[in-house]
Nanobody, 124 residues
Framework: QVQLVESGGGLVQAGGSLRLSCAAS????????MGWFRQAPGKEREFVAA????????YYADSVKGRFSISRDNAKNTVYLQMISLKPEDTAVYYC?????????????????WGQGTQVTVSS
């Protein structure tokens, strides 16, 4: 069983930056594709970014390209989401997800494990 714990969320002004972290338990993290998703109030959860097991391939939602960057440190069992130039529409609960396959994947159905989420609020 893998547990994912997100951290780094908070309140930030528009134009600001945040870095989210997702710490994973388990010895097989380095084999997993990882992703970040978000859910805004009243909306469905949506794909944000994904990274393959090696960190060599990444995917991004069009809405965050050029502003968000996903990375991983397999030695620390951690995946990151660096967010810059934040907008009020980025306000959401951000979830980390892990796939037992190598990834990267955009589809939520590809992921086996999910964290509890961390709130990101961007004020205008």
């Amino acid at each position: 069983q893998v547990q994912l714990v997100e951290s780094g969320g908070g309140l930030v002004q528009a134009g600001g930056s945040l870095r989210l972290s997702c710490a994973a338990s388990g010895r097989t993290f380095s084999r997993y594709g990882m992703g970040w998703f978000r859910q805004a109030p009243g909306k469905e959860r949506e794909f944000v970014a994904a990274i393959d097991w090696s960190g060599g391939r990444t995917y991004y939602a069009d809405s965050v390209k050029g502003r968000f960057s996903i990375s991983r440190d397999n030695a620390k069992n951690t995946v990151y989401l660096q967010m810059i130039s934040l907008k009020p529409e980025d306000t959401a609960v951000y979830y980390c997800a892990g796939s037992t396959r190598g990834g990267p994947y955009r589809g939520q159905y590809e992921y086996n494990y999910w964290g509890q989420g961390t709130q990101v609020t961007v004020s205008s």
